[in-house]
């Protein structure tokens, strides 16, 4: 089993509505990141979070609103959606610490169109 | 603030060529760098990284040497497969900071196509 998933995979959905991707893990890191990526664009960082209740806006935060329920699950929300927000979305985790356990692990992504 | 730069894909090769993606990298004092690699409909995996200066990653064929004097950190591989077919991505996280400040910033990302 994969030790990081999204759901759902993909999702369309029209201007306006409200959209929740959820994320978990088994892999036990306390961090999870949530971010977007968009062609040539690299990935851009959303939101993140340290522990339950440790969460902080990332580069690109507005539009977007996050819940960390457990430290095993994070949801990321869309509270009003709108055409520029589509876009392919990754969670990812890292442990606490810095050099080697700065390695993140990435979700498979869920693709998000907003009509 | 801390940015990467890397070279403008795609880049088409064929089978048993060699590679190379170059990246520079701006940041505060010495980063720890970092290769991703992003398969057709998969995330991200982290290939191969290296924390200080001089230091070689390697994996998978894929190698790729820390250089503090030209800011650079390029990917290379003396023969490519189609199975190398991706986008790959440099990264960075800042050295000396905590916190908030740990975080992976990502170059834009080089889409490779390696043809039979």
């Known amino acids: 089993d994969a030790d990081v998933t999204q759901t759902p995979r993909n999702r369309i959905t029209k201007t306006g509505k409200r959209i929740m991707l959820e994320c978990s893990q088994t892999k036990g890191h306390d961090r999870m990141y949530w971010y977007r990526q968009d062609p040539g664009l690299g990935l851009r960082l959303i939101y993140y979070?340290?522990?339950?209740?440790?969460?902080n806006k990332g580069e690109i935060s507005d539009g977007y609103s996050v819940s960390r329920q457990a430290q095993a699950k994070f949801s990321l929300s869309l509270e009003s959606a709108i055409p520029n927000q589509t876009a392919l979305y990754f969670c990812?985790?890292?442990?606490f610490g810095g050099g080697a356990l700065d390695t993140q692990y990435f979700g498979p992504g869920t693709r998000l169109t907003v009509l | 603030g801390n940015s990467v730069t890397q070279m403008e894909g795609p880049v088409t090769l064929s089978e048993e060529a060699f590679l190379t993606i170059n990246c520079t990298y701006t940041a505060t004092g010495y980063p720890s760098l970092f290769w991703y690699v992003q398969y057709p409909g998969e995330g991200l995996q982290l290939l191969l990284k290296a924390t200080k200066a001089d230091d070689k990653g390697s994996n998978k064929g894929f190698e790729a040497t820390y250089r503090k004097e030209t800011t650079s950190f390029h990917l290379e591989k003396g023969s490519v497969q189609v199975s190398d077919s991706a986008v790959y991505f440099c990264a960075l996280i800042p050295r000396g900071t905590s916190g908030s400040a740990r975080q992976l910033t990502f170059g834009s990302g080089t889409q490779l196509t390696v043809l039979p």
């Open positions: 979070s340290f522990d339950v209740k440790d969460i």
């Open positions: 990812a985790t890292s442990d």
